[in-house]
């Protein structure tokens, strides 16, 4: 595997046609019927991301090596910690170390921003994730139940890391 690297996400655009190709197709058969495209509106399109850049302290990344772009992440600079918001990887890469080279750039994120804590959120029945998450050294701190409007809740953990 050759070195990863965050790429600033320069065109919002261009991040989100990336997003929704990865979404459709990991999430599409796994989520019930109209919830993953209302979820790529809701959290993944170029205006939402605008807006948590100016708004919220966004700053999204592609995950890049010698062949190309392999994944993206949104990282949140919170006042006493990191939110990792979005960690996904073209089907391609998963499975393969991918993840675990982009965990340790967030955390080098993480650490220049002096940010002693990673959070996040992940859907309660994504078990390949959680158990990452696990073996990277988070811990899963509470479930929740977030109402993300349109009828559609999603059953959540909290997992948080300290470095």
């Given at each position: 595997?050759s070195?990863l690297?965050?790429?600033?996400a320069?065109?919002?655009?261009?991040?989100?046609e990336?997003?929704k190709?990865i979404?459709?197709?990991?999430?599409?058969?796994?989520l019930?019927e109209?919830q993953?495209?209302?979820?790529i509106?809701?959290?993944?399109?170029?205006?939402?991301?605008?807006?948590?850049?100016e708004e919220?302290?966004?700053?999204?990344?592609?995950?890049?090596?010698?062949?190309g772009?392999v994944?993206?992440?949104?990282?949140s600079v919170?006042?006493?910690q990191l939110?990792?918001?979005?960690?996904?990887?073209?089907?391609?890469?998963?499975?393969?170390?991918?993840?675990?080279?982009?965990?340790?750039?967030?955390?080098?994120?993480?650490?220049?921003?002096?940010?002693?804590?990673i959070?996040?959120?992940?859907?309660?029945?994504?078990t390949p994730?959680?158990?990452?998450y696990?073996?990277?050294g988070?811990?899963?701190?509470?479930?929740?139940?977030?109402d993300?409007?349109?009828?559609f809740?999603?059953?959540?953990?909290?997992?948080e890391y300290?470095l």
């Amino acid at each position: 595997m050759s070195p990863l690297q965050l790429e600033k996400a320069a065109d919002l655009k261009e991040l989100a046609e990336f997003a929704k190709a990865i979404w459709l197709e990991h999430w599409k058969p796994l989520l019930p019927e109209g919830q993953t495209e209302y979820m790529i509106e809701m959290f993944h399109s170029e205006k939402v991301m605008k807006k948590q850049i100016e708004e919220d302290r966004y700053h999204y990344f592609y995950l890049r090596n010698e062949e190309g772009r392999v994944g993206y992440t949104a990282l949140s600079v919170k006042e006493d910690q990191l939110f990792l918001s979005k960690l996904y990887m073209l089907k391609e890469y998963r499975r393969r170390g991918f993840g675990t080279a982009a965990f340790e750039l967030i955390k080098g994120f993480a650490a220049a921003h002096s940010l002693p804590k990673i959070t996040l959120t992940v859907k309660r029945t994504n078990t390949p994730a959680i158990d990452a998450y696990l073996k990277w050294g988070f811990k899963i701190a509470k479930s929740i139940d977030t109402d993300i409007g349109s009828g559609f809740v999603m059953p959540d953990y909290v997992m948080e890391y300290t470095l």
